[in-house]
């Protein structure tokens, strides 16, 4: 149990074209989802908090109207990287939080590589 | 605030080696602390962990236990596999932190046969 999704895996675009990545939890509840990005041969930056039914909660320094976070349902949550550049090719990660499970742990999602041309 | 150091890499071992990557952390309130690993072209993959002070957590072979007097929780593995090859991070969930998950900046391993 506790499997999390993401789709597309990878996705190439034009740039100032727009790119939704959708993150999912299969067989549980989340009420709590987070997005990170990841350059490579780095860290994880944790960009937002997505919370079902409310708004993101974002981090210093990233642009909310540049990544758009929706948390639609329970098992959903969607990054949408608007007006895309170069700059913004990276690797996305989501995670997930257990409604009922401990509050400090988090699923991963595979990650989706974007390449911005 | 709450924050994570970890031994830079990469670090490269022959297979059977015994292999440490050290990590220490700051934190207030009483994080938990895990290592994850993510394979070339993955996602993170929970490794092992540890809630409070004085556990060990261990998992295919690796262990780390949580060291309050030395705010440390080094990986260790007696014996280390080609297989074993990955990034390691080192991370900790406190409630001071809204329970956001802090990451290390990830130590490359690279086992040879």
């Known amino acids: 149990g506790a499997v999390v999704s993401q789709h597309p895996s990878w996705v190439i675009c034009k740039s100032g074209t727009s790119v939704k990545i959708e993150c999912r939890s299969l067989?549980?509840?989340?009420?709590?989802m987070f997005w990170y990005r990841q350059f490579p041969k780095q860290s994880l930056m944790l960009m937002a908090t997505?919370?079902?039914?409310?708004?993101?909660?974002?981090e210093q320094g990233v642009e909310k109207d540049k990544f758009l976070i929706n948390h639609a349902s329970l098992t959903l949550s969607t990054l949408t990287v608007t007006s895309a550049h170069p700059e913004d090719s990276s690797f996305y990660i989501c995670?997930?939080?257990?409604?009922?499970?401990?509050?400090?742990?988090?699923?991963f999602g595979p990650g989706t590589r974007l390449t911005v041309l | 605030g709450n924050s994570v150091t970890q031994m830079e890499g990469p670090v490269t071992l022959s297979e059977e080696a015994f292999l440490t990557i050290n990590c220490t952390y700051t934190?207030?309130?009483?994080?938990?602390l895990f290592w994850y690993v993510q394979y070339p072209g993955e996602g993170l993959q929970l490794l092992l962990k540890a809630t409070k002070a004085d556990d060990k957590g261990s998992n295919k072979g690796f262990e780390a236990t949580y060291r309050k007097e030395t705010t440390s929780f080094h990986l260790e593995k007696g014996s280390v596999q080609v297989s074993d090859s990955a990034v390691y991070f080192c991370a900790l969930s406190a409630n001071t932190g809204g329970f956001k998950t802090i990451f290390g900046a990830g130590t490359r391993l690279f086992v040879k046969a």
């Open positions: 934190a207030t309130g009483y994080p938990s």
């Open positions: 997505s919370n079902e039914g409310s708004k993101a909660t974002y």
């Open positions: 067989d549980f509840q989340a009420t709590t």
């Open positions: 995670s997930a939080r257990r409604d009922r499970g401990p509050y400090n742990e988090q699923f």
